[in-house]
Nanobody
């Protein structure tokens, strides 16, 4: 069983930056593709970014492309989401997730097997 724990959320002004971290334990982290998703109040959970098990392939939602960067450190069993030029519409609870398939990163939440508890990101205007 894989446990995922997000950290790094908080309150930031529009135009600012935050770096989210997701630490994994209890599984073969370096074999999993990893993803970040977010959920705003009253909305569906939506895809943000994903990265392959090796880190060699990444995939982004159009809404964050050019502003957010996903990366991973397999030695530390941690995946990161660097968020720059934040907008009020980025406000949400951000979740990391692990995909046991050793395939390309996917934006489908149904392909992910393990989820963290989430971290709140609030962007003020």
């Amino acid at each position: 069983q894989v446990q995922l724990r997000e950290s790094g959320g908080g309150l930031v002004q529009a135009g600012g930056s935050l770096r989210l971290s997701c630490a994994a334990s209890g599984g073969a982290f370096n074999r999993y593709a990893m993803g970040w998703f977010r959920q705003a109040p009253g909305k569906e959970r939506e895809f943000v970014a994903a990265i392959s098990w090796s880190g060699g392939s990444t995939y982004y939602a159009d809404s964050v492309k050019g502003r957010f960067t996903i990366s991973r450190d397999n030695a530390k069993s941690t995946v990161y989401l660097q968020m720059n030029s934040l907008k009020p519409e980025d406000t949400a609870v951000y979740y990391c997730a692990a995909d046991r398939r050793m395939g390309p990163p996917t934006g489908s939440k149904y392909e992910y097997d393990y989820w963290g508890q989430g971290t709140q990101v609030t962007v003020s205007s």
